[in-house]
């Protein structure tokens, strides 16, 4: 052996071993004889780290955390299987890739268009996932790669796709209006879990609507208020008992409002002056009463924080509308008392907005709505039961079929399920799956997972010099792009790159013509032209500006242009719509893209959605914009067949929740129970098709504690309503790495810390022990830079150790002879054995790992080996044999122990003693 131990070869050398081993695989674990065909299986699932960037110390222990279980299983001779993946992580992602772009381009995601926004952040995406990779196998993961997963690939799609449809079908999942959390900043809702609090200092006003106003109401936004339809009170409260049931006409601030006096047992007494101004549209709480009482909801605040009441405060920001308000309200003398008050307010965990809460039409799923489970599950739930998802969500812990530990997480998650409100699932953002809904573009009917047969994208030419200068660009010019327009054409082009494009019909207007050529060389689709599609003809004010038509005129807003010369929008509209009803019929299903000009194609897309011309506005069409039409079956409401799909995606912890099941080949390769699937798995046979039936439910999942809610509980939702089955038996729930002080990790404090710096200074065997030595489960992992030294230097030990052990080797093959002399060491190592493995057992790995360490270190090396020293030096061959003999069995037994923790020392060291044997497949 070298002197010296070389971490950094070491380490890159055997887990490339590993994996041309192929032995991360259970299937080749069974092919090549280390593994029996019908041993017991265990199986993990990786919580997939997002591709947002690079791995921390928080994945590298809880990579390590799972890599000791999932190898100390597999040396115990078990189907062992840990499946990788990476996570879209939606709403992290785009902000990280908008964040760039308007740094880099000064433009936003509509700028670009979503086609071409998606693009860019599929690349980002897919260079961090595989940075990401690279990382986990540099801390020793031993994850079988064949079958990684990412929860936006077309399996995961397919997941997603079929559970909401089967969700939707049973009456799970709704689309409806309710207040939720809203995100000014990410412009899209989020939900609870993804909410942080941040506690700040704010004034708390008590003051009335009115002098005349018989109570006064306590509150720290008076913002809000000029959208109060009600002011609740305890129903026992004396004071307030003879207004319960009447109602008053304000005037506060200037804005009318009707209040309703209503009695509510949630109300607190004790609280300010014990009432409560009721805004149904801006709070949960409110909301929730307000459906109770039936109150009016009246939206005041918009998307963007600013209010949207007429008059003075008609657009402002929150902030200042509260300024103005709490000015009138002094002015008044309406303000009884003001304070000051410490309020959590709540913010958006990804982009730091301060959430607003909104009413808005989102999909949900029904967590109270009752249904009959389709299964008999969780020890008490038959099959046809009527239950909810909240009950089986309860009972899938009480029954004891998951065990969440340490046991105080389980109390957490009940007293979390009896307050779970419908889970928003939809999000207004462009990464990540689409709601699998389509909507008639000519009645509006919802239609659930449609067939979509082929695609129309409806392409308005790009930018011209007259665009720029508003001058009236009818059929009579032939005005080419401009260099703005040619690059919006590039553009759309490589955003249609994707979608299979089979022609091009465009306008022979030279604009549109060449705006159709950029498209047709981007997506290598032929190209025909059609003089039908040919832009209004405006008649003599043909090329003239806005300044000059309205001079000439009086107004811009000429109809109709037929006085002019020009056509009729009646005529313009038959002639597009036939034409484009021909082409319909000629290349059915084709992906045809049609590029044409503002005004016809605003007319047909008007026909498509059921809006005959009638003089009102019409749709506009930005320049270079793609409008997608998708075409299914006709439409069981009225017929007709063009659809637009749901804009919104799934909050990223939907597909996260079918994790542990979607990559085990659901639904493609589902339980026949489940319906008819391309295959039904068989339990016992080898292949990723058959992982269902071999390995789900998971044996082990190992995430953190604050994803409980996030994650954890969604899993169970998830597995329990569409399989029937807990996603996992056991969740061992991880604390958070802090620094040496306790403080989370973070840019602003300037102690981050890069786990791969680290692998290099001092390897991954260092950093793994360091992470898990005196850290019990659930508790937070104190990280100090000196603990990696100090396991730096066991490394070192250990290999100090064996080579001493080496230098020692008899020559020959000399056996010992047989003696008790050393039966109290194997008895010992026995004993430590028995201890380590039920310190493993009990994921108690900071005990096993520490065991092991003063084991090596001061019972081994510095007490045996010394002992040993003097008969190795000047004994007789017998006993120096038996000496070895003795050093050699302790060393091996010590490395099969240390492998799970120490996974690239060990190997080295057994592969040294033991040349072609692996000892990651040794028997424990």
Same mark, same amino acid.
């Given at each position: 052996?070298?002197?010296?131990?070389?971490?950094?070869?070491?380490?890159?050398?055997?887990?490339?071993?590993?994996?041309?081993?192929?032995?991360f695989?259970?299937?080749?674990?069974?092919?090549?004889?280390?593994?029996?065909?019908?041993?017991?299986?265990f199986?993990?699932?990786?919580?997939?780290?997002?591709?947002?960037?690079?791995?921390?110390?928080?994945?590298?222990?809880?990579?390590?955390?799972?890599?000791?279980?999932?190898?100390?299983?597999?040396?115990?001779?078990?189907?062992?299987?840990?499946?990788?993946?990476?996570?879209?992580?939606?709403?992290?992602?785009?902000?990280?890739?908008?964040?760039?772009?308007?740094?880099?381009?000064?433009?936003?995601?509509?700028?670009?268009?979503?086609?071409?926004?998606?693009?860019?952040?599929?690349?980002?995406?897919?260079?961090?996932?595989d940075?990401?990779?690279?990382?986990?196998?540099?801390?020793?993961?031993?994850?079988?790669?064949?079958?990684?997963?990412?929860?936006?690939?077309?399996?995961?799609?397919?997941?997603?796709?079929?559970?909401?449809?089967?969700?939707?079908?049973?009456?799970?999942?709704?689309?409806?209006?309710r207040?939720?959390?809203?995100?000014?900043?990410?412009?899209?809702?989020?939900?609870?879990?993804?909410?942080?609090?941040?506690?700040?200092?704010a004034?708390?006003?008590?003051?009335?609507?009115?002098?005349?106003?018989?109570?006064?109401?306590?509150?720290?936004?008076?913002?809000?208020?000029?959208g109060?339809?009600?002011?609740?009170?305890?129903?026992?409260?004396?004071?307030?008992?003879?207004f319960?049931?009447?109602?008053?006409?304000?005037?506060?601030?200037?804005v009318? #409002?009707?209040?309703?006096?209503?009695?509510?047992?949630?109300?607190?007494?004790?609280?300010?002056?014990?009432? #409560?101004g009721?805004?149904?549209?801006?709070?949960?709480?409110?909301?929730?009463?307000?459906?109770?009482?039936?109150?009016?909801?009246?939206?005041?605040?918009?998307?963007?924080?600013?209010?949207?009441?007429?008059?003075?405060?008609?657009?402002?920001?929150?902030?200042e509308?509260?300024?103005?308000?709490?000015?009138?309200?002094?002015?008044?003398?309406?303000?009884?008392?003001?304070?000051?008050?410490?309020?959590?307010?709540?913010?958006?965990?990804?982009?730091?907005?301060v *959430?607003?809460?909104?009413?808005?039409?989102?999909?949900?799923v029904?967590?109270?709505?009752?249904?009959?489970?389709?299964?008999?599950i969780?020890?008490g *739930?038959k099959?046809g039961?009527?239950?909810?998802?909240?009950?089986?969500?309860k009972?899938?812990?009480?029954?004891?079929?998951?065990? *969440?530990?340490p046991?105080r997480?389980?109390?957490?998650?009940?007293?979390?399920?009896?307050?779970?409100?419908?889970w928003?699932?939809?999000?207004q953002?462009?990464?990540?799956?689409?709601?699998?809904?389509?909507?008639?573009?000519?009645?509006?009917?919802?239609?659930?997972d449609?067939?979509?047969?082929?695609?129309?994208?409806?392409?308005?030419?790009?930018?011209?010099?007259?665009?720029?200068?508003?001058?009236?660009?009818?059929?009579?010019s032939?005005?080419?792009?401009?260099?703005?327009?040619?690059?919006?054409?590039?553009?759309?082009?490589?955003?249609?790159?994707?979608?299979?494009?089979?022609?091009?019909?465009?306008?022979?207007?030279?604009r549109?013509k060449?705006?159709?050529?950029?498209?047709?060389?981007?997506?290598?689709?032929?190209?025909?032209?059609?003089?039908?599609?040919?832009?209004?003809?405006?008649?003599?004010?043909?090329?003239?500006?806005?300044?000059?038509?309205?001079?000439?005129? @009086?107004?811009?807003?000429?109809?109709?242009?037929?006085?002019?010369?020009?056509?009729?929008f009646?005529?313009?509209?038959?002639?597009?719509?036939?034409?484009?009803?021909?082409?319909?019929?000629?290349?059915?299903?084709?992906?045809?893209?049609?590029?044409?000009?503002?005004?016809?194609l605003?007319?047909?897309?008007?026909?498509?959605?059921?809006?005959?011309?009638?003089?009102?506005?019409?749709?506009?069409?930005?320049n270079?914009?793609?409008?997608?039409?998708?075409?299914?079956?006709?439409?069981?409401?009225?017929?007709?067949?063009?659809?637009?799909?749901?804009?919104?995606?799934?909050?990223?912890?939907?597909?996260?929740?079918?994790?542990?099941?979607?990559?085990? @080949?659901?639904?493609?390769?589902?339980?026949a129970?489940?319906?008819?699937?391309?295959?039904?798995?068989?339990?016992?046979?080898l292949?990723?098709?058959?992982?269902m039936?071999?390995?789900?439910?998971?044996s082990?999942?190992?995430?953190?504690?604050?994803?409980?809610?996030?994650?954890?509980?969604?899993? *169970? #939702?998830m597995?329990?309503?569409?399989?029937?089955?807990?996603?996992?038996?056991?969740?061992?729930?991880?604390?958070?790495?802090?620094?040496?002080?306790?403080?989370?990790?973070?840019?602003?404090?300037?102690?981050?810390?890069?786990?791969?710096?680290?692998?290099?200074?001092?390897?991954?065997?260092?950093?793994?022990?360091?992470?898990?030595?005196?850290?019990?489960?659930?508790?937070?992992?104190?990280?100090?830079?000196?603990?990696v030294?100090?396991?730096?230097?066991?490394?070192?030990?250990?290999?100090?150790?064996?080579?001493?052990?080496?230098?020692?080797?008899?020559?020959?093959?000399?056996?010992?002879?047989?003696?008790?002399?050393?039966?109290?060491?194997?008895?010992?190592?026995?004993?430590?054995?028995?201890?380590?493995?039920?310190?493993?057992e009990?994921?108690?790995?900071?005990?096993?790992?520490?065991?092991?360490?003063?084991?090596?270190?001061?019972?081994?090396?510095?007490?045996?080996?010394?002992?040993?020293?003097?008969?190795?030096?000047?004994?007789?061959?017998?006993?120096?044999?038996?000496?070895?003999?003795?050093?050699?069995?302790?060393?091996?037994?010590?490395?099969?122990?240390?492998?799970?923790?120490?996974?690239f020392?060990?190997?080295?060291?057994?592969?040294?003693?033991?040349?072609?044997?692996?000892?990651?497949?040794?028997?424990?």
């Amino acid at each position: 052996m070298d002197p010296r131990y070389n971490i950094k070869e070491v380490e890159a050398r055997i887990y490339e071993a590993w994996e041309k081993s192929g032995l991360f695989n259970p299937d080749v674990c069974v092919e090549k004889g280390f593994t029996r065909k019908d041993a017991e299986p265990f199986s993990v699932v990786l919580p997939p780290p997002n591709v947002t960037g690079t791995l921390h110390l928080g994945h590298a222990y809880e990579d390590t955390f799972q890599d000791i279980i999932v190898r100390f299983e597999r040396m115990r001779g078990k189907r062992t299987l840990w499946v990788p993946g990476t996570d879209h992580a939606a709403i992290a992602t785009q902000a990280k890739v908008e964040k760039e772009l308007l740094k880099t381009e000064k433009k936003n995601r509509h700028d670009l268009g979503r086609e071409e926004f998606l693009r860019r952040v599929n690349a980002f995406a897919k260079e961090s996932r595989d940075t990401i990779v690279r990382q986990i196998r540099r801390m020793g993961a031993s994850l079988d790669w064949s079958r990684e997963a990412y929860t936006l690939d077309d399996e995961r799609n397919l997941a997603v796709r079929t559970a909401f449809k089967e969700m939707y079908d049973l009456g799970l999942i709704y689309r409806g209006s309710r207040v939720v959390n809203w995100d000014p900043k990410g412009q899209t809702v989020i939900s609870d879990d993804e909410v942080t609090h941040e506690e700040r200092t704010a004034k708390m006003y008590t003051f009335r609507y009115e002098k005349d106003f018989p109570i006064a109401i306590s509150t720290t936004r008076p913002e809000t208020k000029v959208g109060d339809t009600a002011v609740a009170v305890h129903p026992s409260d004396e004071r307030y008992k003879k207004f319960v049931g009447r109602e008053f006409d304000v005037t506060f601030v200037g804005v009318p #409002l009707h209040i309703k006096i209503i009695a509510d047992e949630s109300v607190e007494k004790d609280f300010g002056t014990g009432a #409560l101004g009721v805004t149904p549209a801006h709070s949960m709480a409110d909301w929730e009463m307000a459906q109770k009482h039936k109150l009016p909801l009246v939206q005041v605040i918009d998307e963007y924080a600013r209010m949207t009441i007429e008059g003075t405060l008609n657009g402002k920001k929150t902030l200042e509308a509260r300024e103005l308000i709490v000015a009138q309200l002094k002015e008044q003398g309406l303000i009884e008392k003001e304070e000051e008050a410490t309020q959590n307010v709540s913010v958006s965990e990804r982009t730091g907005g301060v *959430i607003e809460p909104l009413p808005k039409l989102q999909w949900f799923v029904a967590v109270d709505k009752i249904f009959k489970s389709q299964f008999s599950i969780f020890n008490g *739930i038959k099959k046809g039961q009527a239950v909810t998802l909240k009950e089986l969500m309860k009972k899938a812990v009480t029954s004891g079929s998951v065990k *969440i530990l340490p046991e105080r997480f389980e109390k957490s998650y009940l007293r979390w399920i009896e307050n779970l409100r419908d889970w928003c699932i939809s999000r207004q953002i462009w990464f990540g799956h689409r709601i699998p809904v389509w909507y008639c573009m000519s009645c509006g009917e919802p239609h659930v997972d449609m067939n979509i047969k082929s695609k129309w994208f409806l392409v308005r030419h790009g930018e011209t010099d007259w665009n720029k200068e508003g001058r009236a660009q009818g059929s009579r010019s032939d005005t080419p792009l401009n260099d703005t327009g040619r690059t919006q054409a590039k553009e759309a082009g490589k955003a249609l790159k994707n979608e299979k494009i089979d022609l091009v019909i465009s306008s022979p207007q030279l604009r549109a013509k060449e705006t159709a050529e950029i498209i047709a060389r981007e997506t290598g689709a032929e190209i025909m032209f059609d003089e039908t599609l040919r832009e209004m003809d405006y008649g003599d004010i043909e090329g003239k500006s806005i300044e000059e038509i309205t001079k000439e005129h @009086g107004t811009f807003l000429i109809r109709p242009y037929k006085k002019l010369g020009g056509e009729s929008f009646e005529e313009v509209e038959k002639r597009v719509k036939t034409a484009l009803h021909a082409h319909r019929k000629a290349y059915e299903g084709k992906n045809v893209v049609i590029t044409g000009h503002g005004v016809a194609l605003a007319l047909f897309l008007n026909h498509v959605n059921g809006k005959p011309f009638d003089g009102s506005p019409l749709p506009r069409i930005d320049n270079a914009k793609v409008v997608t039409l998708e075409i299914g079956n006709p439409c069981a409401k009225c017929g007709a067949d063009m659809y637009e799909e749901d804009p919104d995606t799934f909050d990223t912890w939907f597909s996260s929740a079918m994790w542990t099941f979607s990559t085990l @080949g659901w639904p493609s390769f589902a339980k026949a129970s489940e319906g008819k699937p391309s295959h039904t798995p068989k339990k016992g046979e080898l292949g990723p098709e058959n992982d269902m039936a071999n390995y789900h439910p998971t044996s082990f999942m190992g995430p953190g504690y604050e994803i409980l809610y996030l994650w954890v509980a969604r899993m *169970i #939702l998830m597995s329990g309503c569409l399989l029937g089955e807990t996603p996992f038996h056991t969740v061992a729930l991880h604390g958070i790495v802090r620094d040496a002080k306790g403080q989370k990790f973070s840019k602003s404090l300037g102690n981050g810390v890069d786990p791969l710096v680290l692998a290099e200074q001092y390897g991954a065997d260092a950093i793994r022990m360091a992470l898990i030595v005196g850290t019990a489960l659930g508790n937070d992992v104190k990280f100090d830079e000196q603990k990696v030294k100090g396991y730096r230097n066991f490394s070192t030990k250990i290999w100090n150790v064996a080579r001493f052990v080496e230098m020692n080797k008899p020559a020959g093959d000399r056996r010992p002879p047989k003696t008790d002399r050393n039966h109290h060491h194997i008895t010992k190592l026995e004993t430590l054995k028995h201890e380590v493995t039920t310190y493993i057992e009990h994921i108690e790995f900071h005990l096993a790992a520490e065991k092991l360490y003063h084991y090596v270190w001061h019972t081994f090396a510095d007490k045996i080996i010394e002992a040993e020293k003097e008969r190795l030096k000047n004994g007789t061959d017998d006993e120096k044999a038996e000496s070895y003999a003795l050093l050699e069995h302790l060393l091996l037994e010590s490395l099969k122990m240390l492998h799970p923790f120490m996974p690239f020392v060990t190997e080295e060291i057994y592969q040294i003693f033991k040349p072609g044997v692996m000892l990651m497949v040794e028997k424990w």
